[in-house]
């Protein structure tokens, strides 16, 4: 089976890379594709090294599957070319995924909905997969009218230029291209550009992808996001009313259950999700699970994912595999 990693050296592609061969995703022969200055670099995947190629050249060899994380415009350009060919598309960028007939997909959440006749396939933003994780099985077993969240977001989530930035300017640097403004020892609520209704691109992300995800667009979504000086790993405070009442053990026990989701809910022995422990992990982390007593039915959580993994690369890599198991590619 031949593999397209369609911009194989940024730090998504490079992580999907990582996560195929982790994995053992039974890949024949990898297709690196990249941009002209990358052309003929080398990447290195089970032992083998191959050349970066341009994208004309990876769909002449005709992959089976493309896994995309080269930014809207490239996606909107070259998917469909892919896909001409009979290649399945999974794309992490925003471009395809609030179109009504491309499947937007967390494999634990809605895998299902997924079938052999869908070829161009959307990856959520990193911030709305782990969110969903947590709100699936909840919403499942008590309904969720509203969802109140405010992201604490690493600059991985950028790239690489965000990670360079911080840590020059932790070196003593006051130099800042990537964000208007220094983001070493500061907290920016900002991510992504601003919208005509005063809320971010990325906030409104969360709000409608959530409700494509969970297939109910009754559910309320509100958000704030905020990039933080951390390398890797994404926070949320998330508040969630819902329309019954619950027992705050049988959330943990509900979500304890949930595929993909680890429970670190132990505040008496300092014990809560943080971002340094997620790096490197495809879990979601989910703690600091308590009522809400200002109003009914409504509880607080605190969710931590590696947002280049869980949140990018790794949730690619499931939905390509649940293809492959479906016999599909």
Same mark, same amino acid.
């Given at each position: 089976?031949?593999?397209?990693? *369609? ?18 995703? %039974? ?5 690196? *594709? ?54 399945? *598309?999974?794309?992490?960028?925003? @471009?395809?995924? +609030? ?15 997924? !079938?052999?006749?869908? /070829? ?18 909840? #919403? ?33 640097? #006051?130099? #800042? ?11 920016? %609520? #900002? ?12 906030? +409104? ?8 995800? +969970? ?6 979504? !509100?958000?704030? !996001? ?35 989701? *680890?429970?670190?809910?132990?505040? @008496?022995?300092?014990? /809560? %999700? ?56």
């Amino acid at each position: 089976m031949k593999v397209a990693v *369609v911009g194989a050296t940024g730090l998504v592609g490079s992580t999907m890379l990582r996560i195929l061969e982790e994995r053992n995703f %039974p890949a024949t022969e990898l297709i690196p *594709v990249a941009s002209e200055r990358s052309i003929g670099h080398k990447v290195v995947f089970k032992g083998k090294e191959y050349s970066v190629v341009t994208a004309d050249i990876a769909i002449a060899m005709k992959p089976a599957i493309a896994l995309f994380s080269a930014g809207g415009s490239i996606s909107l350009e070259l998917a469909p070319k892919f896909a001409a060919i009979g290649c399945r *598309v999974v794309d992490n960028s925003s @471009a395809w995924r +609030m179109k009504e007939d491309i499947k937007l997909v967390v494999p634990e959440v809605n895998g299902h909905v997924l !079938t052999r006749e869908d /070829y161009i396939i959307a990856n959520p933003n990193c911030s709305t997969i782990q969110m969903v994780m947590v709100l699936a099985p909840i #919403h499942r077993n008590y309904g969720i009218k509203r969802v109140v969240v405010s992201t604490y977001q690493s600059v991985s989530g950028t790239g690489q230029k965000a990670v360079k930035e911080l840590m020059e300017q932790r070196a003593g640097s #006051h130099d #800042h291209k990537v964000y208007p403004h220094i983001i070493d020892l500061n907290v920016l %609520p #900002h991510i992504d550009v601003f919208q005509d209704n005063g809320y971010t691109k990325e906030e +409104m992300k969360m709000s409608l992808e959530t409700c494509k995800i +969970m297939g109910d667009n009754n559910i309320k979504v !509100t958000a704030t !996001t905020v990039r933080v000086p951390v390398v890797g790993g994404h926070s949320e405070s998330v508040n969630i009313e819902l329309e019954r009442d619950f027992n705050e053990n049988d959330i943990r026990e509900l979500l304890s259950n949930q595929s993909g989701v *680890v429970v670190v809910d132990n505040p @008496a022995m300092n014990g /809560y %999700p943080m971002p340094i422990d997620a790096e490197g992990k495809d879990e979601v982390f989910v703690g600091r699970i308590r009522r809400d007593y200002s109003q009914p039915n409504t509880l607080n959580c605190w969710i931590v994912a590696d947002n280049l993994r869980k949140g990018a690369a790794t949730n690619a890599v499931q939905i390509a595999k649940y293809l492959h198991n479906q016999g599909w590619i």
